[in-house]
């Protein structure tokens, strides 16, 4: 009996020995779960840490008995820690104490680094940046590498257009509309941006050059926060912008509201040459157009439960334009002498408006991350248009041509309706993680068209351009990602399909058609040493054409020259490849390659015999793009911030139409230096230099000739950097200028543009109520669908 008593004390000891138990934790602050405190658990042969999720909660595993320390950390609450003797699966309750007096050093303690590279995306750290002090979100992304805006339009260098997003949720309605919206965000919201060249397979498959997405900071402290600011801008005459925001803050609730108006007038200037066989058609077109732009957003966040978190937000906007317009063409003979003018005057007037309704639904399934989130949107687009203009004819001697006036009037509306609703899972476990998700969407579009032409001052129908344009297309997706991690390694590989039927009739033409495609991508990363990073990445996409392109309806600017939609106009597909290498977060090199089928552009047919031009949207490009691009970050020094950028590219483009040049291509390069200098010791004096340089590049079957760009600033910081000013020369040299060429029907065509670049901008923003709310994370499933309504 005593052998037997002895086996069973010395089994048990040896059992306790070998034993693997767990601690669990939940975290508080006065009364609130308190997430990202960073714990770290240390022991005997043990060193481990880990950080708080959003419910307060942590966990550590197979851990030995015996005695050991924890330690918490955070900027609210500073450090603590405890002692705990192990010897069985033990839960643990803690409240921290609020700190903030040490907030400072906490965050220096914690600084990321300005630029990172992230398995499927680059990261610019907007918070590390003095380039976001005291600006809005659109000049911000000017500063990030690879990101071009020129005119408020916002691009990828050697890619061209790009999706742009807010925290996962589309904002881009039309060019006009999304830069207002974005001059409505003061970059003090903005924590980083991503530059997604390559979006993985959670987003959605539309759009061949990828996505840029703007992160705002997070709402974790209660109170409220506003701003309001006021600029002017001067070219060729004033704009005046106002705005403002506010948020709230209070236990489970949280509201948000912005509101931004914008009006003034620009005066863009454009010039084509199309030189005939026998003739050379020169082509001025002197426009001011007046623009008024006010758009509102409201949100309100809820906390349902500890795990459960829904949101309601409603987004609504205008745009009143009108424009006049004068058109002259000189008609040049084969000997260079004037042999006749034409002249048009025009004057057109647009009001346009959308309201967008959202909601979302977060739900967490456990304290490991696992969630799911749901959400749903609404958005309604009305457009109305109206141009009147008339064509008069002039001999060369500039004598009027009798009985040459005629009088029209083009109107035009337009009315889309968009629903979507999208579920999104994602299972982390520790091996790997698994996300996926399905999204479902209904458009429906509806143009009506007229065309008339003034008799006996009574405004006459056309009736063989009268069209009634509707176009309905449902699209369903589902998709799937995987992603693992090494101490070397990081992996991620998705599937996403999407299968869309989609219906478009006009008066004279329909055209049905059903399509399932499978969008694949893959991202690896290998970290060689702490300095050295590599990336691949590979991804296929496909481009949707915006709704007014499928239209059918000609558009005339006088009897020669019209515009028309091509209802059979079909997507185009991409496939694109990435190498990259980082040293130190400094300098990267990036490979790329892409290859685009079916792509589509407008092509302006000509004709030598009629003098017509016809411009068309078609499918008829298969497009081969190599790019090496090389970044040099320098973010150390205390008194300048500055992001270099070289970019050399080969483009070839082939056709399919015999208009056109069978083939053309050509290298190009760009360059690019943004420099933040800092002048005082306090930090709240900034001068800018920025400067780009296009050099001459094909882009599709166009030839595009140089333009470059020199940007001034100066910025300063008062009221305890409360009150916010700056001055801003966009410009200088008035050398951004859109110039290129092409060859239709070997005709020649060139085109010189320049859309009143050249501004002197004062803006002045302040900040009040509590500095440390950020505005909480939004997110919405019609990404895609929303852009091709412009």
Not at 81 to 102: F, G, H, M, R
Not at 406 to 428: C, G, H, R, W
Request: aromatic share 14%; charged share 20%; with cysteine.
């Amino acid at each position: 009996m005593h052998k037997i008593f002895a086996f069973i004390f010395f089994f048990s000891i040896a059992f306790k020995a070998k034993a693997q138990f767990k601690i669990a934790g939940e975290l508080s602050l006065n009364g609130k779960n308190v997430a990202e405190v960073t714990i770290k658990l240390t022991g005997d042969k043990t060193n481990k840490i880990t950080q708080s999720d959003t419910l307060g909660r942590y966990i550590f595993k197979n851990l030995a008995p015996g005695n050991y320390t924890i330690d918490f950390s955070s900027i609210q609450t500073g450090k603590s820690k405890i002692s705990v003797l192990l010897q069985a699966d033990t839960l643990i309750k803690t409240t921290l104490e609020l700190v903030s007096n040490n907030l400072q050093e906490v965050q220096v303690n914690s600084r990321k680094q300005l630029i990172e590279r992230k398995v499927d995306r680059i990261v610019y750290n907007a918070e590390n940046s003095v380039a976001a002090i005291g600006t809005d979100a659109l000049e911000l992304l000017t500063k990030v590498p690879g990101v071009r805006v020129m005119n408020d339009r916002i691009s990828l260098v050697g890619k061209g257009a790009v999706n742009v997003m807010v925290n996962d949720k589309l904002i881009q309605l039309s060019e006009d509309e999304l830069s207002n919206y974005l001059k409505s965000i003061s970059s003090d919201n903005v924590a980083k941006v991503e530059v997604i060249t390559n979006p993985p397979a959670r987003y959605d498959a539309q759009g061949n050059n990828g996505l840029i997405n703007i992160v705002l900071k997070r709402n974790n402290t209660e109170g409220f926060k506003g701003s309001v600011n006021m600029s002017y801008f001067q070219a060729t005459y004033p704009t005046f912008a106002t705005g403002g925001n506010l948020s709230f803050k209070k236990d489970k609730l949280t509201l948000f509201s912005n509101f931004n108006i914008r009006k003034g007038s620009l005066v863009p200037f454009e010039q084509s040459d199309v030189f005939y066989p026998l003739q050379t058609w020169n082509v001025v077109n002197k426009d001011r157009n007046f623009r008024t732009v006010p758009s509102i957003q409201i949100g309100v966040d809820y906390q349902i439960t500890k795990k459960t978190t829904a949101g309601v937000s409603y987004n609504g906007g205008l745009t009143d334009f009108h424009s006049i317009e004068n058109i002259k063409t000189t008609i040049f003979n084969s000997a260079g002498s004037i042999d006749s003018f034409l002249n048009s005057d025009a004057n057109a007037k647009i009001k346009s408006n959308f309201n967008t309704v959202g909601f979302y639904l977060k739900h967490n399934l456990d304290s490991a991350g696992k969630q799911l989130m749901i959400t749903g949107d609404w958005f309604k687009y009305t457009d109305n248009r109206n141009r009147f203009f008339n064509n008069t004819s002039y001999a060369g001697n500039g004598l009027y041509i009798a009985n040459s006036l005629a009088e029209y009037l083009s109107e035009s509306n337009q009315n889309i309706n968009l629903y979507t609703l999208k579920a999104d899972v994602d299972f982390p476990y520790k091996a790997f993680n698994i996300a996926f998700g399905a999204k479902i969407s209904f458009i429906q579009n509806q143009s009506g068209l007229a065309f008339y032409k003034k008799l006996d001052n009574v405004y006459q129908p056309d009736l063989n351009q009268l069209n009634q344009f509707d176009y309905n297309e449902n699209t369903q997706a589902l998709y799937l990602n995987l992603n693992k991690k090494t101490k070397k390694f990081d992996f991620q590989f998705g599937l996403r399909g999407e299968y869309t039927q989609l219906n478009g009739s006009s008066a004279n033409q329909n055209n049905n058609s059903r399509y399932f495609q499978l969008f694949p991508t893959g991202f690896i990363t290998y970290k060689l040493s702490e300095s050295s990073l590599f990336t691949a990445s590979y991804g296929r996409r496909i481009n949707r054409p915006a709704y007014r392109k499928l239209n059918p309806f000609r558009w005339y600017s006088n009897q020669f020259v019209y515009a028309e939609g091509n209802p059979f106009l079909q997507p185009s597909y991409s496939n694109n490849i990435e190498l990259s290498h980082t040293y130190k977060d400094v300098f990267t090199t990036t490979l790329s390659f892409n290859k685009i089928t079916d792509g589509y552009n407008d092509v302006n047919f000509v004709d030598a015999n009629s003098n017509s031009q016809v411009l068309k949207p078609v499918n008829f490009i298969k497009g081969y793009s190599y790019q090496m691009s090389n970044s040099i970050v320098l973010n150390n020094l205390k008194w300048l911030q500055s992001i270099n950028q070289v970019d050399v590219f080969y483009n070839l483009s082939q056709s399919n139409i015999p208009q056109t040049v069978r083939d053309l291509s050509g290298f190009g390069a760009y360059f690019s230096t943004s420099n933040q200098f800092t002048i005082n010791k306090k930090k709240t004096f900034f001068t800018d230099v920025n400067f780009w340089y296009q050099f001459p590049a094909v882009d599709g079957l166009n030839k595009n000739r140089s333009q470059y760009n020199l940007d001034l600033g100066l910025k300063a910081l008062l009221l305890d950097k409360k009150l916010q000013c700056a001055i801003n020369f966009t410009d200088v040299f008035k050398t951004n200028k859109f110039r290129y060429s092409s060859l239709i029907n070997n005709i020649l065509q060139t085109y010189n543009n320049y859309y009143d670049n050249q501004q002197l901008r004062l803006s002045v923003r302040y900040n009040f109520g509590n500095q440390k709310i950020k505005q909480a994370e939004r997110k919405a499933g019609n990404e895609e669908e929303r852009r091709r309504s412009n």
